[in-house]
């Protein structure tokens, strides 16, 4: 592991210079080593949708669909799910209303909806990349969910750690940003998912 670490801490290190390409090789080297990636908490997810209402969702990174699946099963207003991916994990949700969609790079041209879905998503981007996905995606969205493992305050180092995580964000710098950009929270809520704590935002634009 000592090896994967260190592919990891230079990955963490290059994360802006690599190309779209790059990234891609990276996440299907972490598929292949870990394809168990349902760090998500559905019943938060479902309360999200039901307070909203949105028809038509947007998610980025939802890997197999399990967290699109689990919604799914419970809302059936729901008309559309889209799964905006790097990697093409095995399906798992089989829901019509459902469909994966493969990036071809950063979220340029892709479906818009009512809002957008970014269960432990975050924490794998760079704070430029996250601004990115912020500037080019959110605006078409007016809600928006997270759900990551990152502390509630203070900084946060993945040096050293066998993940791919590279935001050295807090949840309360990541409530910043997105009132930067013109959003406001209007949810937060904790859980240990996976046995590590992870915390949830809903932000209204």
Not at 72 to 87: C, G, M, Q, R, Y
Not at 143 to 164: F, H, K, N
Request: negative net charge.
């Amino acid at each position: 592991m000592t090896t994967l670490i260190g592919e990891l801490d230079w990955y963490r290190l290059h994360y802006d210079e690599l190309s779209f390409a790059e990234h891609r090789e990276m996440y299907e080297r972490i598929d292949s080593l870990y394809p168990e990636q349902s760090f998500w908490n559905a019943a938060d997810c479902i309360e999200f949708v039901r307070h909203f209402e949105p028809k038509n969702v947007v998610e980025v990174g939802g890997h197999d669909g399990g967290l699109a699946g689990a919604v799914l099963a419970e809302v059936p207003e729901i008309v559309s799910w889209t799964n905006l991916e790097l990697t093409e994990a095995t399906q798992v949700c089989t829901d019509p209303r459902y469909r994966l969609v493969l990036l071809e790079d950063w979220w340029l041209g892709q479906t818009f909806g009512d809002a957008v879905v970014l269960s432990h998503v975050v924490e794998h981007l760079s704070v430029a990349k996250l601004r990115e996905l912020v500037v080019a995606l959110l605006p078409h969205h007016p809600d928006v969910y997270v759900d990551a493992p990152l502390p509630e305050s203070g900084g946060v180092s993945w040096w050293g750690t066998e993940t791919a995580h590279v935001l050295p964000f807090s949840m309360a710098a990541l409530d910043a940003l997105f009132v930067d950009y013109g959003w406001r929270q209007v949810h937060a809520a904790e859980s240990v998912e996976c046995g590590f704590p992870c915390r949830t935002r809903w932000y209204q634009g």
